[in-house]
């Protein structure tokens, strides 16, 4: 093989590194990690516990995060919680479903 490809972090974003070990250049393309607006996606997202690939996941779709910053500054859980904590699963899927209408109707 005169090529391989290989994927690594390269200034805080996914990189594309194509190599041609016969003629030794090297080609590099940046790529950014965009998530599809899932219900899981979105409910991972929101309700997930705060580690650094979260953390990563947010800076590199801050469209789909700010969208669920205001849907939750106006949505009501039909379980009546107060708390993200107290969330049952179908107040989590409810609000990820809302998530996702206003995102997609937003694009």
Known sequence: MYH???FKTYGG???YIHWNWK???TRIVTIEYVMKATVKNISCLWFGADTPIRSYKIKLNPDLWATCQ???REFIPPSGAR???QYRKSDMTLFAKTV???FTQGK
């Open 4 to 6: 391989s490809v290989i």
């Open 83 to 85: 708390a993200l904590s």
């Open 70 to 72: 205001r849907v939750n």
């Open 100 to 102: 996702q209408q206003q």
């Open 13 to 15: 974003k996914w990189t």
């Open 23 to 25: 003629l030794s250049n």
